[in-house]
């Protein structure tokens, strides 16, 4: 039993020296990443509830790797923000989403109204002074109408805001760039942000809509967040729907926008105009 022990001891110790060599061999491979062009963003739509027409998109980066596959953000984000690569990376997926929803415009003669692009920012990208210089940038040189544009930002970044994060979130709505709060109902004090920031939208987490399955003490919390919101007069967005049962009770609850694989799962920009523009 003993040797057994050590032998298990010795496996362990070998899996966690082979963890830490290729967590040092991806974080090499990320350093080039962006100027190899192995970033890639897919987009999943927010399909409205009264038409069924898609009206929004979220922007969700990918990795391609050349012998890892298509990586998802879970893999890579936190390594990106340890080495410092988020803000550069996250300036890429702004760039390339505004781009990217612009010539959707040009190419399917969509009006402003009709589709809105999501990003999501990171704390770190929250906090930089040129944040709002950043998003000027990425509209002007993308043409894209600043409408068009809504800036995910989740609770917990802005946890810690000291009052320029507050005010650089007005100067970005003044610019009449959108806000949605991401993740909402699971930070500590959601109800405080809410009035402290000039929010447009507010994402019902996705751990929210996987409880609702048919038991009834859970219906509450998620009504109850719904509710809430629809008071306060935001656009509520169901995140990570599922199941037609999931739909039919944020449907009826008065959620505005659907996003989740009951619709589509996050797809490349190629698949998302065959399927929701090119019709
Ligand atoms: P998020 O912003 O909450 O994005 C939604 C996540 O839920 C996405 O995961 C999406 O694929 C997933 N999802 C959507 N519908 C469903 C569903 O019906 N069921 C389930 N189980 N999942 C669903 P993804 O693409 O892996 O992204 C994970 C997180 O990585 C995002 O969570 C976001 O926090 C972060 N992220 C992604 N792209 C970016 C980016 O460009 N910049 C920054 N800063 N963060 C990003
Ligand atoms: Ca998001
Ligand atoms: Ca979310
Ligand atoms: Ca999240």
Partial sequence: AKQNGRNHFCLYTDILH???????????????????????????????????????????????????????????????????????????????????????????????????????LSALQLQDVRLLSL???????????????????????????????????HELTRKNVKLALDDFGTGYSSIKHLHLFPIHSLKVDKSFIAAYKQKKSQDKVLEAMINFAKYLGLCVIAEGVETAEQLDFCQSQGCDLIQGYYYSKPICAADFEAKYLAI
């Fill in 18 to 120: 082979q963890e830490t060599q290729s967590n040092a061999i991806l974080e090499e491979e990320m350093s080039y990443a962006l100027q190899l062009e192995q970033f890639v963003v897919y987009y999943q739509p927010q399909i409205c509830t009264k038409t069924k027409k898609v009206k929004g998109v979220e922007a969700l980066i990918r990795w391609d790797h050349p012998t890892r596959g298509v990586l998802a953000p879970g893999v890579f984000l936190d390594m990106a923000e340890e080495l410092n690569l988020i803000s550069e990376i996250g300036q890429w997926v702004l760039q390339t989403a505004c781009n990217q929803l612009k010539q959707w415009q040009l190419q399917y003669n969509l009006l402003d109204e009709e589709l809105t692009i999501s990003v999501n």
């Fill in 135 to 169: 998003v000027s940038h990425a509209l002007e040189s993308s043409q894209l109408s600043p409408c068009c544009l809504e800036l995910e930002i989740t609770e917990s970044s802005i946890i810690h805001s000291p009052e320029n994060i507050v005010e650089r979130l």
